[in-house]
């Protein structure tokens, strides 16, 4: 790998870090370029539960990730803390390999509003039934996507 890599290879990200079907990778520091490691691995077709929580993705580690095949199977996706902006979220509402993802965690990033609106209107992210924004702000699709404030 090169010099903006710290892992010599996917298995040292995975190491420790698998649970049956969950990759818990929160706080790792994954950048974009480490990310790359994962959506070439076809392990990640075992993973359902994706947690990313407090890396360094931004959007430019979304964009990589959802052109990702192997993610096809992930119905939980933690995103938190990793400076993804509304273009990010622009990239997700596009993925064609998410199809099965139901659960969304974006808390702590950089959205103002308009890749929410993409989220919302996504025609491929069509199992997506809940959102966490930031907190006490969840969204839930029941006949159409409705806010309600967590006390």
Wanted: charged share 30%.
């Amino acid at each position: 790998m090169n010099d903006n890599c710290r892992f010599k290879d996917v298995e040292e990200i995975f190491e420790g870090r698998l649970r049956g079907n969950q990759l818990m990778l929160s706080g790792k520091g994954l950048n974009a370029k480490e990310a790359r490691l994962l959506w070439q691995s076809p392990r990640m077709q075992e993973i359902s539960w994706l947690d990313l929580d407090d890396n360094n993705l931004e959007d430019q580690g979304v964009q990589d990730m959802v052109e990702c095949a192997y993610l096809e199977n992930v119905q939980y996706l933690n995103l938190n803390q990793n400076s993804v902006s509304d273009e990010g979220l622009k990239f997700l509402a596009k993925a064609k390999h998410l199809g099965k993802l139901k659960r969304l965690h974006l808390k702590e990033n950089s959205i103002n509003g308009e890749g929410l609106i993409s989220l919302f209107n996504s025609e491929t992210l069509v199992s997506l039934a809940t959102f966490q924004i930031d907190e006490g702000w969840t969204c839930k699709k029941r006949e159409g996507w409705r806010y309600k404030p967590q006390n």
